[in-house]
């Protein structure tokens, strides 16, 4: 099993940034996916979740309206659209797929003026 | 929001000597499917957070025997029956019952 997240970077204030993630190894479309974060010395947080078929999303309130998770099963990718960003939304973002038994190596989304 | 409640957040340990983390949530954990989405996961130092236990007493694939998770309803404890090296790092347990699904604390383990 192989996740690997993309599209990080530092950003200002009320900027956009859209995450990808790549999956291998592992039968995409039968799983739940998930992104979770670690803001710096702190403890995870489970920011997003998709169902399978993409029929049902599932957002923290701290993100919700502001945040879209989605995927591509053809392409066995997850994605995060992230707008409106916040000094507090700074963290390691990680792809995390089914009942999180595999995570990847991270991105970091760094929101800063 | 479910509350998960790790005791002790520190725990120094002896190489060869037991450990064992608790984890208390704020309301039962039953799912209504009469599963128990408890989860324990290991963060080495520098490193992404890996799965070991999963609903309460599962350890997943690869994980040594030492590990060791049990409890019920909002009450859960991983125990390591003798410590290693490369077990230095931070614990955390996790419910995936009730959305938001949320984690503990953290629990920093560290060699005496």
């Known amino acids: 099993v192989q996740l690997v997240e993309s599209g990080g970077g530092l950003v200002q204030p009320g900027g956009s940034l859209r995450l990808s993630c790549a999956a291998s190894?592992?039968?995409?479309?039968?799983?739940?996916m998930n992104w979770v974060r670690q803001a710096p010395g702190k403890g995870p947080e489970w920011v997003a979740t998709?169902?399978?078929?993409?029929?049902?999303?599932k957002y923290v309130d701290s993100v919700e309206g502001r945040f879209t998770i989605a995927r591509d099963n053809a392409k066995n990718s997850l994605y995060l659209q992230m707008s409106s960003l916040r000094d507090d939304d700074t963290a390691v973002y990680y792809c995390?797929?089914?009942?999180?038994?595999?995570w990847g190596q991270g991105i970091v989304v760094t929101v800063s003026s | 929001d479910v509350v998960m409640t790790q005791s002790p957040l520190s725990l120094p340990v002896t190489l060869g000597q037991p450990a064992s983390i608790s984890c208390r949530s704020s309301?039962?954990?039953?799912?209504?499917?009469?599963?128990?989405?408890l989860r324990w996961f290991q963060q080495r130092p520098g490193q992404s957070p890996r799965r070991l236990i999963y609903?309460?007493?599962n350890r997943d694939s690869g994980v040594p025997d030492r590990f060791s998770g049990s409890g019920s309803g909002a009450d859960f404890t991983l125990k390591i029956s003798s410590v290693e090296a490369e077990d230095v790092g931070v614990y955390y347990c996790?419910?995936?019952?009730?959305?938001?699904?949320?984690f503990g604390q953290g629990t920093k383990l560290e060699i005496k």
């Open positions: 995390a797929a089914g009942r999180a038994f595999s």
């Open positions: 190894g592992f039968t995409f479309s039968n799983h739940w």
């Open positions: 998709i169902k399978q078929d993409g029929s049902e999303k």
């Open positions: 309301q039962s954990l039953v799912h209504s499917d009469g599963n128990t989405y």
């Open positions: 609903k309460v007493s």
């Open positions: 996790m419910q995936g019952t009730h959305w938001p699904y949320t």
